[in-house]
């Protein structure tokens, strides 16, 4: 059974940073690209960053260049989001998920694993 556990959410302020950690399980870890998306209130999901499998190939949404770095340890079956210079509108439920392949995109209907989330919420 492939589980996907986030942790790491919280609040902070504007200018302010967090880690995200999402630990898998039930999964070659090492064979597969990750990624984070996030859904904010009344929004749809949308692309946040992706990692290929070696970690030699990293993709941001525009929105987020600069302020997040993606990173993963294959030894311990983890990805994690770096948040920088945090901002109001990164508020959100911030989720991570497998790609069914080494190498990954942005469209969220490729995903075939999605864990619970974690919420991040930036006062201004």
């Known amino acids: 059974q492939v589980q996907l556990v986030e942790s790491g959410g919280g609040l902070v302020q504007t200018g302010g940073s967090l880690r995200l950690s999402c630990a898998a399980s039930?999964?070659?870890?090492?064979?597969?690209?990750m990624g984070w998306f996030r859904q904010a209130p009344g929004k749809e999901r949308e692309f946040v960053a992706s990692?290929?499998?070696?970690?030699?190939?990293?993709n941001y949404a525009d929105s987020v260049k600069g302020r997040f770095t993606i990173s993963r340890d294959n030894a311990k079956n983890t990805v994690y989001l770096q948040m920088n210079s945090l901002k109001p509108e990164d508020t959100a439920n911030y989720y991570c998920?497998?790609?069914?392949?080494?190498?990954?995109?942005?469209?969220?209907?490729?995903?075939?694993?999605w864990g619970k989330g974690t919420l991040v919420t930036v006062s201004s």
């Open positions: 998920a497998f790609y069914p392949t080494p190498n990954g995109g942005r469209d969220l209907s490729t995903m075939d694993f």
């Open positions: 039930g999964r070659t870890f090492g064979l597969y690209a």
């Open positions: 990692i290929n499998w070696i970690g030699g190939s990293l």
